[in-house]
């Protein structure tokens, strides 16, 4: 499994995105012992992780819904939030 731990919203969309627009099977993958968010995707054997306070001080979940919308396959938009 490989593990990809990034440390801006920008970076967590651009390392997933790719994954999602494949239509990949996602699943949550969180280290809440250490405080890291995460999704993970079959298939893919990676999972992707990011601090929350990283998370929310490079964006929060409005920005990461824009900058995921262009990733999602048309009609499996996921991530509404404006």
């Known amino acids: 499994m490989k593990r990809i731990r990034v440390h801006s919203v920008e970076q ?17 993958a969180d280290d809440v012992e250490n405080g890291l968010l995460g999704v993970g995707f079959a298939g893919a054997d ?21 900058l995921i919308d262009p990733w999602e396959p048309a ?5 509404k939030v404006k």
């Open 12 to 28: 967590y969309v651009n390392e997933i995105g790719p994954l999602i627009q494949k239509g990949l099977e996602m699943y949550r």
């Open 46 to 66: 990676t999972e992707v992780m990011i601090s929350i306070p990283e998370f929310k001080a490079t964006g929060d979940i409005v920005k990461y819904g824009e």
């Open 75 to 79: 009609g499996k938009k996921t991530q």
